[in-house]
């Protein structure tokens, strides 16, 4: 369910229920999951989320470099910094937020809603950071802190023994190989923005048809992204 009408009376526990985490402050909650678009379309409301990634790109940095830290005593500095950038990297941070299923309560714009926002990487990631921000100025450090190491779960655990995530691209192919489907081919359905700034949409096709959509920058973030979709949504078409 997509809540485009959002009821502010069910919000709070309904996010809640996706991050483990109920805010006091319900107007700080809302802020952090509201994109610059849909601010922009409604001038009245509180504001929009990126002064909270801000804060929540430092918290999450600080947060995950106090795990290696503890967990990797013998660890020199430059493993250290590459496997909490692993961590902290767009990518990981938009896994997460599909993991918590974050992308049907964002609240977005008409121009993002139509452009399959709730399924961007950068959107994603960005709400990530925002929601990581509002905890800790909601509940301070240790709630932040406790909550997103209930996030991360068995990804944190892999990066923190040195095991790299891998390309979602290389694992969604293994999945389809297995299962006796070929190869997956990617499409470019369509681009937005002025040259310097585009925004390509890819598809990715498999026997049984399309699966998934993607967005980035570059055709390889596009398609990178629609292979983190497809594995995302791996329930549905696994039964076609």
């Excluded at 006091?24 to 504001?47: F, I, K, W």
């Amino acid at each position: 369910m997509i809540l485009i009408n959002m009821d502010k009376n069910k919000f709070p526990e309904d996010l809640a229920a996706r991050i483990g985490y109920l805010f006091v402050n319900e107007d700080l909650a809302m802020e952090s999951v509201t994109h610059r678009s849909y601010q922009n379309e409604h001038p009245d409301d509180r504001g929009h989320n990126e002064r909270l990634e801000f804060l929540g790109d430092a918290v999450l940095d600080l947060i995950v470099a106090e795990a290696l830290m503890e967990r990797l005593e013998d660890a020199p500095e430059g493993q250290l910094t590459k496997r909490r950038a692993a961590l902290v990297n767009e990518e990981s941070l938009a896994r997460v937020a599909r993991q918590l299923d974050l992308g049907p309560i964002l609240r977005l714009g008409r121009g993002e809603e139509q452009n399959n926002g709730r399924q961007k990487t950068s959107i994603l990631a960005d709400a990530i950071e925002a929601i990581v921000a509002a905890i800790y100025l909601d509940g301070g450090y240790d709630a932040a802190r406790d909550t997103v190491m209930i996030w991360y779960g068995a990804l944190f655990g892999d990066i923190a023994k040195g095991e790299s995530p891998q390309d979602p691209k290389t694992v969604l192919q293994e999945k389809l190989q297995a299962r006796g489907d070929g190869m997956p081919s990617y499409n470019v359905v369509g681009s937005t923005g002025p040259d310097h700034d585009k925004m390509f949409e890819v598809e990715v096709i498999v026997a049984q048809g399309r699966i998934a959509r993607g967005t980035g920058k570059s055709k390889k973030e596009a398609e990178k992204d629609a292979a983190v979709n497809a594995l995302a949504t791996e329930r549905n078409w696994l039964q076609k």
